[in-house]
C-alpha cells in the first residue's frame, strides 16, 4: 500500500500545488485535502472535505480515510491577509486540533509535515549574519505573525517529545519568489520603483515557489524528521533585487515608518506589514 496524505489548506496557494504535485506520484495511494473554500486549480485524485477554520473535523476525517501523513500547508505568514484573531484561530487553534488528532488513540498517523517560515526568527540590528536550527530569535516577538507561529513550534516541540513514533517535520521557508506566489515583497517588486528605507539595504535571502514544493515532497518521499531553515544559497541586498527586477528604490523616512506605511496603504500604493518593515530594515 502506499501513502496516505492528508493536506490542510487545500484551497490555498500551496496545498493545492502540493496536491497537484503529489497526484504525479505513484507512491501515494490516497490523498484528501482540508479546507473552508474548494481548491482553485483543478485536481483529478485529490478528495476535497470542507471545514472550518480551526478545523475542529479533523479527528473524524483523520478516523475515516486512516491516513498515515499529515501535511500542513496552511499556516498563514502574511498579516495582511486577516486580523490577529482569524490568524491566531488558523495557526494556533487549527494545529492544536491537528497534533489532537494525530495522537488520539488509535490514530494512524505516522508522519507531520509542517510549512512555516523564518519570520520565527524576527529580524533586529542585534541578529547574527546567519541563524541556525538551533538558535532562537534575539528579541521578543513583536507581530502577531511571529507570536502565532512561535506557539505552533512550542506545540509541535511538545507534540514530537510526547509522540516519539510520530515523525514530525518542521520546514522554515524564507522568503518566497516566483512566477505565480502572491507575498507583500512580490507586490513591492511590482511597483514602478520598490520601496526601501532610507539609511538601510538588507541582505535578505529568497527561495523559489517550486523549490518549496519540492521540499515538502522530498522530506515526505524520504521520512525525514527534524527541524530546517530553506533558502536559496548566499543572501543579496534589497537594493540589487530592485535592480534584478528592473526597478528603482524609493525612500521611506526611518521615523514613524509604521505611520508612513499606513499612509502609502492607504493610499493603496501596496502594503508593508510590520514584518516587512522589519526585514527592509535588518534583513
Request: charged content about 25%; aromatic content about 6%; glycine content about 6%.
Amino acid at each position: 500500500m502506499g501513502k496516505r496524505v492528508l493536506i490542510t489548506g487545500l484551497g490555498t496557494f500551496w496545498g493545492g500545488r502540493l496536491a497537484k504535485a503529489l497526484e504525479s506520484d505513484p507512491d501515494v495511494e490516497m490523498i484528501v485535502g482540508l479546507d473552508t473554500l474548494e481548491p482553485t486549480i483543478e485536481l483529478e485524485r485529490t478528495e476535497f472535505v470542507r471545514a472550518d477554520q480551526s478545523y475542529s473535523i479533523l479527528s473524524r476525517i483523520v478516523k475515516a480515510t486512516k491516513v498515515d501523513t499529515i501535511l500542513h500547508t496552511f499556516l498563514v505568514v502574511d498579516s495582511t491577509r486577516m486580523s490577529g484573531r482569524k490568524l491566531h484561530e488558523i495557526n494556533v487553534i487549527g494545529t492544536m486540533n491537528l497534533l489532537a488528532a494525530a495522537s488520539a488513540p488509535g490514530s494512524s498517523v505516522r508522519h507531520i509535515v509542517v510549512k512555516s517560515s523564518t519570520l520565527i526568527y524576527g529580524s533586529t540590528f542585534q541578529d547574527p549574519a546567519w541563524f541556525r536550527e538551533e538558535m532562537t530569535r534575539s528579541r521578543s516577538p513583536r507581530t502577531r505573525v511571529e507570536r502565532s507561529l512561535l506557539e505552533v513550534e512550542d506545540y509541535l516541540r511538545d507534540f514530537a517529545d510526547d509522540n516519539p513514533h510520530i515523525l514530525v517535520t518542521l520546514l522554515r521557508f524564507s522568503n518566497v519568489l516566483g512566477t505565480d506566489i502572491v507575498t507583500p515583497i512580490s507586490k513591492a517588486l511590482q511597483l514602478p520603483a520598490a520601496p526601501c528605507i532610507l539609511g538601510f539595504d538588507p541582505l535578505l535571502q529568497f527561495v523559489e515557489e517550486d523549490d518549496v514544493i519540492r521540499s515538502l515532497e522530498h522530506v515526505l518521499q524520504h521520512q525525514i524528521p527534524g527541524v530546517y531553515n530553506v533558502a536559496g544559497d548566499g543572501r543579496l541586498p534589497w537594493s540589487e533585487v530592485a535592480a534584478i527586477c528592473g526597478k528603482r528604490t524609493w525612500p521611506i523616512s526611518p521615523m514613524f515608518t509604521g505611520v508612513a506605511a499606513s499612509l502609502i496603504e492607504g493610499l493603496r500604493v501596496c502594503e508593508l506589514p510590520p514584518e516587512m518593515l522589519d526585514l527592509l530594515r535588518y534583513g
